[in-house]
């Protein structure tokens, strides 16, 4: 019970409360049908309700225009959005903001977390590749230097929203290791190509790298266990939604069997 008290504390229940009455009113199963067919993006309108809530910067700290909520916080939303198939890049976005934040390059930071805890921009991780493995050893995409900056040739298949992100963190090798780094969508030789899916709540793309221009999120950090952490981190925030989801399920089987 206690360890219950510490968890769900007077804040988070009011948090989940309020996500709980927002996707109530604006991710109907109505308008989730609606947006799976008019090909998974978000709707402009809610993305933007959802940043005046602050969902998008929630463990993004304030310094950076976030909210500075801790990862229960974010897993407590996740699995209410679960619970709804809500149609938006938020788990991309946030975990792109997940991987940045470990960057020590604080001009990088600066220059993309406080427009990814608006809803300004949109990002997304491009860790896998053809082979569908989200593991460092399976990672073929390369990045070489150029100046103070790298170049990235290769490709990503299975991006999570990357037909709509604006900011791409790109795992690849480099002279200095597997490495992470952050990619404009706009930046010459990145070529966006959708892929077909099956659930169609969840976009994915492959996305082409043509010495493309990046910056590296972090020079001292070991790149293997920046990779694994953010990894990890993703595993978790799924594994939320899919909580929700499972717990709609049996909501709904109960509420049947009830009615019969």
């Not at 989200?134 to 073929?140: M, R």
Request: include cysteine.
């Amino acid at each position: 019970e206690e360890l219950v008290d510490t968890i769900f504390t007077d804040e988070r229940q009011q948090l989940i409360r309020s996500v709980a009455g927002f996707l109530d009113k604006w991710s109907p199963e109505k308008e989730v049908r609606r947006l799976m067919e008019a090909g998974g993006a978000a709707d402009p309108v809610v993305w933007s309700a959802m940043a005046d809530l602050g969902l998008q910067g929630l463990t993004i700290p304030e310094f950076y225009g976030g909210g500075g909520f801790g990862y229960l916080d974010l897993v407590l939303v996740l699995e209410q959005m679960g619970g709804v198939l809500l149609v938006s890049p938020f788990l991309s976005s946030v975990l792109a903001a997940s991987a940045l934040l470990e960057s020590d390059d604080e001009a990088l930071k600066t220059a993309y977390l406080p427009s990814l805890a608006s809803g300004e921009r949109v990002g997304t991780l491009a860790l896998a590749e053809d082979s569908g493995r989200w593991d460092v050893a399976s990672i073929e995409t390369i990045a070489q230097p150029d100046g103070d900056l790298y170049r990235i040739n290769g490709a990503k298949s299975y991006v999570l929203d990357g037909q709509y992100a604006d900011v791409i963190i790109v795992s690849a090798r480099s002279p200095r290791g597997r490495r992470l780094f952050a990619v404009d969508a706009e930046t010459p030789g990145v070529t966006v190509t959708p892929l077909r899916t099956l659930d169609a709540t969840r976009p994915q793309a492959r996305i082409e790298f043509s010495s493309a221009e990046a910056r590296i999120l972090s020079n001292t950090e070991d790149g293997r266990a920046l990779i694994e952490h953010v990894v990890a981190i993703a595993g978790i925030c799924l594994a939320a939604e899919q909580v929700g989801g499972a717990q709609r399920c049996l909501d709904m089987a109960v509420g049947y069997a009830k009615a019969r």
